[in-house]
């Protein structure tokens, strides 16, 4: 049973388009939520991460909106380019650093 | 350079034959995992280390054995693997009790299981 809910699975997204991919939980302790970036042949790398004391976080082209009380987070892309198509892991994880992965979702950005 | 190592990253074996999957990091984390990746089901955890000899099962550890003997060696033992262990396996490392927990992930082992 998937402790945390991703959708959708797949997305395609013109160059310059904003893709947007969404996460859900239920365990309300969790308390750390990161995204995981991974391209193909290779392991996830840490892209970018919120913690519940903040609604949103954003680092360059990639923002993070976190909702408490509907328990939901999402990542957005802006202007999204060719070199950011890659499976995105949403992940949850409470104090004992046991991550609970989404399922995945492909984004590819066209040209 | 920093990073984590497995290996082998590709093997092919047959039910019951007992195999060894390394992972070695160099970062001097405290923390290791083993995880399983499957198309629709995403990374699922099989068992991670807080510490040397320390360890604990994830969600998925049936038919895994692990060890952890010393701080940079974690390797995952599938002692009589079944076909449906075939999968792509990933070893990460990390630092508890840092703000954003970061894990860092081997290269993936691609194991396939007739």
């Known amino acids: 049973q998937q402790q945390v809910k991703q959708s959708p699975q797949s997305l395609i997204v013109q160059k310059g388009g904003i893709s947007i991919i969404n996460c859900a939980y239920e365990n309300t302790a969790f308390d750390y939520f990161p995204w995981y970036q991974q391209f193909p042949g290779k392991g996830p790398a840490l892209l970018i991460a919120?913690?519940?004391?903040?609604s949103e976080k954003k680092e360059g082209r990639f923002t993070i909106s976190f909702n408490k009380s509907a328990k939901q987070f999402s990542l957005h892309i802006m202007d999204s380019q060719p070199g950011d198509s890659a499976t995105y892991f949403c992940?949850?994880?409470?104090?004992?650093?046991?991550?609970?992965f989404g399922a995945g979702t492909t984004v590819t950005v066209r040209a | 350079e920093a990073q984590v190592t497995q290996n082998p990253r590709y093997l092919i074996t047959v039910t019951g034959k007992k195999l060894t999957v390394t992972c070695s990091q160099n970062?001097?984390?405290?923390?290791m995992s083993w995880y399983r990746q499957d198309p629709g089901l995403g990374l699922r955890q099989i068992y991670y280390s807080m510490n040397v000899e320390v360890t604990d099962k994830g969600d998925v550890p049936e038919g895994y054995k692990v060890s952890r003997k010393e701080k940079r060696n974690f390797p995952l033992i599938l002692e009589s693997p079944s076909p449906n262990q075939t999968s792509l396996y990933f070893c990460?490392?990390?630092?508890?009790?840092?703000?954003?927990?970061?894990?860092?992930f081997g290269p993936g082992t691609r194991l396939t299981v007739l």
């Open positions: 919120i913690r519940p004391d903040v």
């Open positions: 992940a949850a994880s409470m104090n004992d650093y046991k991550l609970s």
């Open positions: 970062m001097n984390h405290e923390y």
């Open positions: 990460a490392s990390g630092e508890p009790g840092t703000w954003d927990n970061e894990q860092f």
